[in-house]
C-alpha cells in the first residue's frame, strides 16, 4: 500500500508549485475582491485565508503529511504554529460573525506576519 501511494519526487515539486502558485494567485485575487462594496471584505478574508491554507499546504507535497505535521507541532515551532493557525482562524470570524473591517485587515496583517514567522522556523538558524 506505501508504495502504491507514494509519489516520486517529480510529482512532489509539481504538486509544491502548482499549490504554491494556487495559493499566491488566491492571495492576490482576495487581495483584488477587497475593493468590492458589501461583500469584498468576506471575499477578501476567505480568498486571502485559502490562499495561505495553499501555500502551507504545498509542503505537504515535499514532506509528506504526517512529516509535516509532526514537525509543526513540534516543541521549536509549537508557538509559530499555533499564532499561525489561531490568525486564520481569527481572520475568518472576523469577517462573518463580527463584521469588523479593522479586524479582518489586522488579523491579515497578523496572519502574514504569522505565515512569515512560522516559515522561517524551518530554516535552520533562522530565528
Request: hydrophobic content about 55%; proline content about 3%.
Amino acid at each position: 500500500v506505501i508504495d502504491a501511494t507514494s509519489l516520486g519526487w517529480g510529482t512532489r515539486v509539481k504538486g509544491f508549485i502548482a499549490c504554491f502558485v494556487i495559493g499566491c494567485l488566491c492571495s492576490l485575487l482576495g487581495s483584488c475582491l477587497l475593493w468590492l462594496p458589501k461583500k469584498g471584505l468576506m471575499l477578501f478574508a476567505v480568498f486571502y485565508t485559502l490562499g495561505n491554507i495553499a501555500s502551507i499546504g504545498s509542503t505537504l507535497f515535499l514532506m509528506g503529511p504526517m512529516k509535516q505535521l509532526k514537525r509543526m507541532f513540534e516543541p521549536t515551532r509549537l508557538i509559530a504554529t499555533t499564532v499561525m493557525l489561531l490568525c486564520l482562524i481569527l481572520t475568518l470570524c472576523s469577517a462573518f460573525w463580527w463584521h469588523k473591517r479593522g479586524l479582518v485587515l489586522l488579523f491579515c496583517i497578523l496572519q502574514f506576519f504569522a505565515l512569515a514567522w512560522y516559515s522561517i522556523s524551518f530554516i535552520p538558524f533562522a530565528r
